[in-house]
């Protein structure tokens, strides 16, 4: 009996502890950009005016017609609901606390500071970002998994060929890309791998 216990209890662990950590950053609750843009005002001015920002609505019918028209796409379909098409214009879909639908989680629409940066609702946990914590370091909250570094992999699960607007012959040039277009009249606070 006492083998058996001796088991069981790793064995108990390892099904615990495995999957949270192979979980990464979706054990964090998402919280969406108005939440971000409490602290982080400049960046997420400078985000909302983008493509990124307003990716959700190239969903729907009759926006970017002629684009849609050139890849092929009916330009009145409503592709707001297409889970082929959700996974590159919203915020965590498919993730725990992720984007749902518009009606139940709008604050997830379009590729918010999250999708990049990480689920945000462990960073205004006590001791990281928060407004009582202004002194956070960067270096702690990256070393706690809050925060992954941007890098060309997070680009490239959107920006790839895959993609209706671009040929099969697309490659994302990150190094070109990373300082352009999410927050181009903000300049990037940190290095981007």
Known sequence: MMRIERLWIPAVLLAVVLPMAAQGQ?????????????????????????????????????VNAEAKTGAGLDPN???TTDQECLRCHVTGLGKPGGFVDIETTPELAGVGCETCHGAGGSYTKEGFMTLKNKEYKKAEVVAQGLVPQVSAAQCTGCHNSESPFVGDDFVFDFEANKGEGTHELFPLKYEHE
């Open 77 to 79: 379909q409503d592709y």
């Open 26 to 62: 979706e054990a964090h609750d998402y919280i969406g950009t108005k939440k971000c843009k409490t602290c982080h005002i400049k960046e997420w001015r400078s985000w909302s005016e983008t493509k990124m920002a307003n990716a959700f609505e190239l969903l729907k019918p009759g």
